[in-house]
């Protein structure tokens, strides 16, 4: 069956693992691991098996050269592009802000504004990220994308037991109060927001955080099989799969593995410590299946799924090239 391809929500592929990905296609298929039970499966990405990939990035620079190789080879995507403008401290790793500018437009440019979603997320509040440093922020970031993105998607940063205690080493390492608002503090703030992308052409929306909507404010599908429809004419039917609680999301698969971005974002729920992730993308091999892994773990894994599909009577033809 076809599926939405996420890649990823878990790592930046687009800026780190290029390669690896493009292996994957030429293979035909790719390994992941459910981070929650550890679960190991196969997936095909034979164009036929993909109905679009979902590129997630804070930096597509790298991967610009790959997508016109990964188009004539017949696959769609789009892209869920990050850029926050928060500063170095919060993402001590990122190329720069004005690298990931000049590649949105690139990207705006080959394809068309409505391929991209401009996410400006997470929104963190602290004494050196306050209200007045996410308008002038903001404004300005919305002033140099008019006319490249139609859409900006926000949300307030989740303190997720990992990213908690994350946030905790940083205010003590660092001297940074980090600020949970109250609701009054983002519905103003977020009220502002929609009005200064509004004035430069862009809709809002809120991802995860429904209390937010308005007239104003839309609710977000990152992963939204009616916009995969509206820029391909896929046909296909969709439904929601929210990934945590008001989630708007339409069902994917993400390919992605945690402890593997090394842009040292200090707000990731998808890392418990950019150290690790660091180390595993230094190491990392291009040629295994499974992303982050050894070759012989990768290996190893395969025909433990193909054991296991056997057992249980399935027959695929995935595995007459694995």
């Given at each position: 069956m076809p599926r939405i391809i996420s890649v990823s929500r878990r790592t930046d592929i687009p800026a780190f693992y290029g390669d690896w990905f493009m292996n994957r296609l030429k293979e035909g298929f790719a390994g992941y691991?459910?981070?929650?039970?550890?679960?190991?499966?196969?997936?095909?990405l034979?164009?036929?098996?993909?109905?679009?990939?979902?590129?997630?990035?804070?930096n597509f620079k790298p991967f610009l050269e790959k997508l016109g190789i990964i188009e004539d080879s017949g696959y769609k995507f789009y892209f869920n592009y990050t850029i926050t403008g928060l500063p170095d401290l919060f993402e001590c790793n990122l190329a720069g802000k004005e690298i990931a500018i000049e590649a949105l437009k690139e990207l705006g440019s080959l394809y068309s504004p409505n391929h991209i979603n401009w996410r400006y997320d997470p929104i963190i509040i602290s004494d050196s990220t306050d209200y007045d440093?996410?308008?002038?922020?903001f404004e300005a970031l919305a002033s140099e994308l008019e006319g490249h993105v139609e859409r900006c998607i926000i949300s307030y940063v989740m303190l997720y037991g990992k990213v908690k205690r994350n946030f905790d080493r940083f205010q003590r390492g660092n001297g940074v109060k980090i600020i949970d608002p109250?609701?009054?503090?983002?519905?103003?703030?977020?009220s502002e927001l929609a009005d200064i992308a509004e004035k430069h052409g862009i809709k809002l929306l809120s991802c995860c955080g429904d209390y937010l909507l308005s007239r104003k404010v839309g609710k977000a599908h990152c992963i939204e099989g009616a916009l995969i429809e509206e820029l391909f004419s896929a046909g296909f039917q969709h439904y929601?799969?929210?990934t945590r609680r008001e989630?708007?999301?339409t069902y994917s698969v993400d390919i992605g593995a945690y402890d593997t971005c090394p842009h040292g974002c200090i707000y990731c729920y998808?890392?418990?410590?950019?150290?690790i992730a660091e180390a595993r993308f230094r190491g990392h091999d291009k040629n295994p299946a499974f992303l982050g892994y050894t070759k012989?773990?990768?290996d190893e894994w395969i025909e433990e799924v193909k054991k296991r599909e056997k057992s249980a009577g399935f027959s695929s033809t995935l595995f007459d090239f694995v």
């Open positions: 691991v459910n981070p929650f039970g550890g679960q190991k499966y196969i997936l095909s034979k164009p036929e098996d993909v109905i679009c990939f979902v590129f997630w990035s804070k440093f996410h308008i002038k922020n109250d609701i009054n503090f983002r519905l103003k703030l977020t929601e799969k929210p989630c708007g999301c998808a890392n418990m410590n950019k150290d012989a773990e990768s």
